[in-house]
């Protein structure tokens, strides 16, 4: 049993979900899961529900959680310290940043975006060539360094001890990268990566105003909203909406199609969901080939109908 460290996204006092599925894929291993900054009493009880055998509060001198850097340093820093066979994050806007830092800190590769892990075999599988196939891969550092596709791994609670640690990390800041201040984009809707639902509206949607139509259902059910290429193309949607291969990859449980025809480039973007629902009035449209469950029918017909059911 290897030692497996997990950097752990916390919100608002609370574990997000996808890093307690990142734990979920190193279960059975002795996992050290990672806060940046000092407070880990508010997020304990949870990480020790999921698995974590330590929990260490990671932290540098300086303005710390203003600089990714500084951060990354800590990160790698822990690395060495605990000799761990593992390093472990999500594949988010955090995770990509702060892995991609690290591991070059370590020189050790980095595999981003994974939707398996072997930590004994030292393997991975992820997608490639726009969703096409998946391909497994055998990684030859010293330290397994990847961050793993949200929401792919569904948590399973798997109780240890929770032991509280504390890692001061010997590290200067180069001062490279401060960040001042954080905006939160939209007006306060569920993150795409993370949403454990989302509904998704394409060109059919023919203006930006009709996705209140979307937002209306989603509202029922906890979804994020998205948009395909061809929408934002349109301008009917910001860049920020925007699901598929020049846009965010997404694995949610559920997955609602709207007006999407189903092209390659967004199906690389949403293909690992866990189930696909597609609504398109144009009953050869590509996506009926790719989808769990399908309703030919104009939207504007079909989505009000769901919400009023939901």
Same mark, same amino acid.
């Given at each position: 049993m290897g030692r497996i460290g997990i950097l752990i996204e916390v919100e608002n006092n609370a574990v997000k979900e996808t890093s307690l599925g990142v734990m979920t894929a190193a279960a059975g291993q002795e996992i050290y899961a990672l806060v940046l900054g000092s407070e880990t009493s508010s997020v304990k009880d949870k990480l020790a529900e999921y698995?974590?055998?330590?929990?260490?509060?990671? !932290?540098?001198?300086? /303005?710390?959680? &203003?600089? =990714?850097?500084?951060?990354?340093l800590a990160i790698a820093a822990s690395v060495k310290e605990y000799d761990f066979e593992a390093l472990l994050g999500t594949a988010s806007v955090t995770g990509r940043d702060l892995y991609a830092r690290v591991a070059s800190i370590l020189d050790?590769?980095?595999?981003?975006?994974?939707?398996?892990?072997?930590?004994?075999?030292?393997t991975v599988k992820k997608s490639h060539f726009s969703g096409k196939i998946f391909a497994s891969l055998r990684v030859n550092g010293s330290v397994l360094i990847c961050t793993v596709r949200p929401n792919t791994i569904e948590p399973k609670a798997s109780p240890a001890a929770g032991e509280l640690l504390e890692f001061t990390a010997d590290v200067v800041d180069p001062g490279l990268v401060k960040?001042?201040?954080?905006?939160?984009?939209? !007006?306060?809707?569920? /993150?795409?990566? &993370?949403? =454990?639902?989302?509904?998704?509206?394409?060109?059919?949607?023919?203006?930006?105003?009709?996705?209140?139509?979307?937002?209306?259902?989603?509202?029922?059910?906890?979804?994020?909203v998205g948009a395909t290429r061809a929408a934002v193309d349109a301008g009917y949607a910001p860049h920020s909406m925007q699901v598929g291969q020049t846009g965010k990859t997404?694995?949610?449980?559920?997955?609602?199609?709207?007006?999407?025809?189903?092209?390659?480039?967004?199906?690389?973007?949403?293909?690992?969901?866990?189930?696909?629902?597609?609504?398109?009035?144009?009953?050869?449209?590509?996506?009926?080939?790719?989808?769990?469950?399908?309703?030919?029918?104009?939207?504007?017909?079909?989505?009000?109908?769901?919400t009023e059911k939901l």
């Open positions: 698995g974590a055998a330590k929990i260490v509060a990671v !932290t540098a001198p300086g /303005d710390f959680l &203003s600089s =990714p850097d500084l951060q990354s050790e590769p980095l595999v981003s975006d994974c939707i398996e892990i072997n930590i004994a075999e030292k960040i001042v201040e954080t905006k939160e984009g939209g !007006t306060g809707k569920l /993150d795409l990566i &993370s949403a =454990p639902v989302i509904i998704t509206g394409g060109r059919a949607i023919k203006a930006a105003e009709n996705y209140t139509l979307l937002d209306a259902c989603a509202a029922k059910i906890g979804a994020a997404v694995s949610p449980r559920l997955y609602i199609a709207c007006g999407v025809s189903g092209a390659v480039q967004h199906f690389a973007g949403m293909k690992t969901s866990k189930v696909i629902v597609a609504i398109n009035e144009d009953k050869d449209a590509p996506i009926f080939n790719k989808c769990d469950y399908g309703i030919v029918g104009d939207i504007f017909d079909v989505v009000p109908a769901l």
